[in-house]
């Protein structure tokens, strides 16, 4: 049996790129194996089972993401909502229901009651752990987020109690491990395994027919994502007389969405050819990878960079960083590597691909033919880790 802790894929339509990852985990394991999904609920301080509503928002988000939201999880994540599942739902304690040969999968951070609640269950039972590290950049770009500190460092301590933690890139492995030794942790067994990449409706291309160019970016208004340098160097680049339209898709956010959003609407003052299309579901988002000339993704960090795999997986070039895991996605071909922590170089970067047509094309073409990991692949490599055989393998 695996439990696997779905709490931020089941509580929202919330679709970033951990809550899409969670849900496509839990479809490829339910295939598979036996799997419970677990959610931990703040008010009770305890996990629980999930609920009819759960269930469907992990298998099926888009139901409930009909039209496009700024907040999405404002109705599902939030107290009302969460004190409604801490009456309602069951409970399930750990400590008793794991077994050995039983599996705890947590594909998610957490910085909550899990942070004490957790290590019992991890060293007290004799099921395996395992957990999935994302990124650092809660530490490692701190004055973008001071707060959250001290419990971002809880968080890390927390892994070295693992039986494995599974890093989605080699950058965020180095991170890991260096925050271990910074924070006087014993390391865990560590091992590497990348996102898988699969296009939709077979990678069609239904570029815009417009005169002007479509320039998408995929991100969440969040500090690190970078949106202020991009929209610095989009409009410097209308100043300059160029013609394109930007498109961004993603959710907006309390401590930071405000100022992206009051730089849009000096930007629609000025009758800038920018559109916000806020949080989307799959489907719409996979229409405007498909619909863009080429897509920017300025974050200054990331564990994995799932918008630059998803753009040259539609083949699509992508403006980027290229430092840490950023670099690991970019430099097998496709993308324009620039400065994302200036919006001057972001600006050239854009006006490159904008002007310089065979450049462009070349780009295009290297997307093409850039090759990501099938969810298959990265299901079997899943098992293997967890440690659990299949029902065919277990009768083979």
Known sequence: ??????????????STGMQR????????????????????????????LLGRRERALLEQPSRFL???????EFRGEYFPAELHRHIFRKSI??????????????????????LK???????????????????????????????????FESYIVSLANFDLVICVSEASRDDLLQLWSELGATPAKTVIETWPVEPSVAGKDRSSKSSRALILCVGSFEPRKNHLALLRAVNALWEAGLEFDLE???????AFGSKVEAELRKLHRSARPVRWLKQVNDDVLYRAY?????????????????????????GKPCVCGGNGALGEVARGGGCLIVDQTSSGAVADGIKTLLLDQQFYSRLCAEARDRKFRSWSDYTDRLLMHLQIATAKSAGD
């Open 1 to 14: 049996m695996v439990f696997l802790d779905v709490t931020g894929a089941c509580k929202s339509p919330r």
């Open 117 to 151: 609640k957790l290590p019992p269950v991890v060293s007290q039972t004799g099921a395996r752990t395992v957990a999935i590290f994302h990124d650092a950049a809660a530490l490692r770009l701190s004055l973008l987020n001071p707060s959250g500190r001290g419990k």
């Open 66 to 72: 009909t039209r496009p939201r700024a907040r999405p």
């Open 248 to 254: 961004l898709i993603g959710r907006s956010t309390s």
């Open 290 to 314: 498909q619909a863009c000339r080429f897509t920017v993704y300025p974050s200054l960090m990331e564990g994995f960079g799932l918008p630059i795999a998803e753009s040259l997986v539609h």
């Open 93 to 114: 304690r750990l400590e008793k229901q794991l077994r050995r040969g039983d599996v705890l999968l947590l594909p998610d951070i957490f910085r909550d009651g899990r």
């Open 21 to 48: 990852i969670t849900r496509r985990i839990f479809e490829e394991l339910t295939g598979r194996v036996s799997v419970t999904p677990i959610s931990w609920n703040l008010v009770g301080n305890r996990y629980q």
